[in-house]
């Protein structure tokens, strides 16, 4: 069974195809390995040159790429990509115009798509509601949503209280009633009634009225009535299912009726109308709306949902859909480089900031460009907490009263104090030193976790770069230096001494580290291990270090002597890249034309398979070897996911495989179809073990098909021309292939 892109159960009759991929577990090895059989001619010819720069290069070639990129001439269309600005990419605009939040800035997604603090601020005054009806209408419902968060909360705490005030009277009742009883016996036992019977009669008084005085409480303790929260619920429940008939009669509306009808409902209608949208109906009532209903309407649930999603849906956008190919793939590159993990707190909001300002304009230029931009940005000062970091001598921590501008030297070091005066709270360091921006500097950033530093140098650098804040994070602010939080004095950082000079002290480690020898060797390693292979040759890496070093870290001329170097064109280097989790969708996507009218499914494919986009928690990022993604559970959700694409099962992802033969219409010869599809998919790179498993499952045509992948014959056995041929089928089960999982 499909749900929402993933196979959850297989019926029996889809068993065989279980088997094909299970069985397709002997390429792990295959995949690891690097290929040891090479051909006669040791030189590749054109074509296989063309497949093999469009598989580095790019997120996978399309049906044509192959032979337009032979019509230019291999190397000049190489060059055409190292120069993204000659690209005419106006096709990806019209893609990408539905994410208004792409093209804003971190403070507008802010105030248009509030977090928790936003709201509480307008909801206590501090700020005051939006005037515009759809962006009020996201915070009435927050608002609304919050009160009854903080309702419960009170509730639950009055009901602690409560309970605790019932066994506390509960055990006095006990206890008074326990007490007058020993008294009773006491006396009955040392006295003897009076002729007027006094003793017997307070002891029996006594008695009853404890007891009735227990009664009483347990009767008033027993007695529950329903709470103002609890009515409130229940109106609320009502409210709900009021909206959940609404939402049937409005979807016979036009759209812009039907999102007028929304914005004028009251506060708790929208609430209602809001938890209505999270199940299934959504989909079919935003049907026609523009991109500002529809983000309003989902944001009345989830303000930063929206953000994230519409992020997540750019970036599979561009790697599917752009023609400026290397530039996004390094793009994606230097993101993984310079990780951010967009679950941390306001990160949510300045990410796409990052990426489009930070990241993308520097994907290709200078590297010290692209290490300060990042070290300034909101997004890495923010995830690395430098932000909040304090030097331990800073006038913050010391506790001097804030100046007037003007009062600190050119070094940042604040003048003294007037009448300084001992204080056991002066010295208090309200946040402290931060080293995570500094250890992650070092390590990952530049020098690598060999190179050649130590835990001073990295607290060093933890005081350069105090001082280095973001203005209002939550509000979508910008950089920030400030004075008052940086450490005075010099700082000795790699045996250099940083002198004292404030803000530029951070510039100058930066400029030191982006030009040393051992970023260059670290940053050309990566980009080998990206474009060649896992265990790049040394005398690649030196090469493209040297040109790191001689053009001042000029990215594009690095990867311009990488693509023009013999190891990267050596026969062993041709499909020998396993590729990550999102190369594969990419590809699977670019390879079948595919229309994708809603990139969501395919990013939730992405989850399936272990790489969430900007879902990487530590600075690490995500692994480029091949380990780190080839198991058999792996090769298995990526053959659900190649034949629910081939076969129009991935919601929002239209896939016409018939276009992939090479006709108008399905062919009654399975033979025919599957090597038209080997050629166009694969480029023909079939090889005979694979070839021969998928004529197996055609030939069976999905009954009882079992991989005999020990076949002797010499010939490619031709499928059953009797049967018109499955080519969803077909198509799924070589993008499936452990030849199509390689580039």
């Known amino acids: ?53 469009l598989n580095r290069l790019t997120f996978g070639p399309r049906p044509g790429d192959v032979q337009q990129e032979m019509a230019i001439g291999v190397e000049k269309w190489i060059d055409l990509q190292l120069h993204p600005e000659k690209i005419n990419d106006s096709a990806l605009d019209s893609r990408l115009a539905f994410l208004r939040t792409v093209h804003m800035s971190s403070k507008e997604i802010a105030e248009e798509f509030p977090d928790q603090q936003m709201i509480r601020q307008v909801m206590d ?39 605790n005030a019932r066994a506390n009277s509960a055990e006095n009742a006990a206890s008074m009633a326990a007490n007058n009883l020993n008294g009773t ?70 759209p812009e009726q039907r999102y007028k009808k929304i914005l004028a409902m009251s506060a708790d209608e929208q609430w209602a109308f809001a938890d209505s949208l999270r199940g299934g109906q959504a989909q079919e009532f935003l049907a026609g709306m523009d991109s500002r209903q529809k983000e309003t309407l989902l944001a009345m649930n989830n303000p930063q949902g929206v953000v994230t999603e519409e992020l997540v849906q750019a970036k599979l956008l561009r790697a599917v859909y752009s023609e400026r190919q290397l530039e996004e793939v390094m793009a994606d590159f230097w993101f993984n480089h310079f990780n951010v993990f967009v679950g941390k707190g306001a990160d949510r909001l300045l990410l796409n900031s990052y990426e489009q300002d930070v990241i993308r304009p520097r994907a290709l230029g200078k590297f010290e460009d692209l290490l300060i931009a990042t070290a300034k940005s909101p997004a890495m000062l923010f995830y690395l907490d430098n932000w909040l970091s304090v030097g331990p001598n800073s006038a913050q921590a010391l506790g001097i009263p804030a100046r007037p501008v003007g009062r600190y030297s050119p070094s940042g070091r604040p ?25 992650e ?14 835990q001073r140098d990295v ?42 000079k404030g803000e530029d002290e951070g510039r100058e480690v930066l400029h030191r580290l982006a030009t040393s020898p051992q970023t260059a060797h670290f940053i050309s390693l990566k980009l080998a291990q990206r474009f060649v292979s896992d265990d790049p040759p040394q005398v690649l890496v030196d090469r493209m270090a040297k ?18 170097s013999p190891e990267f064109w050596a026969e ?16 699977a996507v670019r390879a079948t034309g595919a229309d994708v009218e809603d990139a969501m499914p395919l990013a939730r494919q992405l989850n399936t398979m272990g790489m969430p986009l900007y879902g990487a928690q530590p600075p690490t990022g995500y692994s480029m070897k091949a380990e780190a993604w080839v198991s058999s559970s792996a090769l298995l959700n990526r053959m659900n996911f190649a034949l629910a694409l081939t076969s129009g099962k991935v919601r929002g992802v239209k896939v016409d495989a018939v276009q992939l033969t090479g006709s108008n219409a399905p062919p009654a010869d399975s033979s025919a179809a599957l090597s038209a599809m080997e050629t166009r998919l694969l480029a023909g790179d079939v090889s005979k073990q694979t070839h021969d498993s998928i004529v197996a499952q055609v030939e069976e045509g999905g009954k009882n098909a079992v991989l005999d992948a020990n076949r002797k014959t010499g010939q490619r056995k031709p499928a059953d021309t009797g049967r018109r041929a499955d080519v969803g089928t077909i198509a799924g089960l070589l993008v499936g292939s452990p030849e199509f999982q390689k580039r």
């Open 547 to 564: 040109t790191f070093l001689k053009k001042k870290g000029d990215i594009r001329e690095v990867l311009s002597t990488l693509f023009h």
């Open 572 to 587: 062993d280097a041709y499909r020998a890249k396993v590729k990550t989790p999102l190369e594969f969708v990419a590809s």
């Open 1 to 53: 069974m499909f749900r929402s892109g993933v196979f959850v159960r297989f019926r029996p009759r889809q068993l065989p195809l279980v088997l094909l991929s299970l069985s397709l577990a002997y390429v792990v090895p295959e995949l690891l390995a690097k290929k040891k059989e090479k051909p006669a001619d040791s030189q590749a010819d054109e074509q296989k040159r063309a497949v093999h720069a």
């Open 459 to 500: 607290t060093e650098v933890a005081k350069v770069f105090t001082g280095w804040t973001i203005d209002k994070p939550f509000e979508g602010g910008g950089f920030r230096y400030d004075p008052r939080t940086h450490e005075p004095g010099p700082k000795f950082v790699l045996g250099h001494r940083i002198k004292p």
């Open 415 to 439: 003048y003294p104090p007037r009448n300084p005066r001992p204080n056991g709270n002066a010295r208090r360091r309200q946040n402290g030193l931060n080293e995570n921006y500094g250890r």
């Open 125 to 163: 005054g501090k700020r005051p509601m939006p005037s515009d009806s759809a962006k009020r209408a996201v915070y009435r419902v927050q608002i609304a949503r919050l009160q009854e968060r903080k309702e419960r909360k009170t509730e639950a705490a009055g009901n602690g209280a409560l309970a």
């Open 185 to 254: 016996v006491e006396t009955a036992a040392n006295t003897t009634p009076d002729s007027n019977g006094v003793n017997g009669a307070r002891n029996s008084g006594a008695v009853s009225t404890s007891a009735s005085g227990n009664d009483n409480t347990m009767t008033a303790l027993a007695e529950k009535k329903s709470t103002p929260e609890e009515d409130a619920e229940a109106r609320r429940r009502e409210e709900r299912l009021y909206a959940d008939l609404s939402v049937q009669q409005l979807v016979d509306l036009p």
């Open 441 to 454: 500097l070092l390590e990952l950033h530049t020098l690598s976790v060999n190179g050649g530093y130590s």
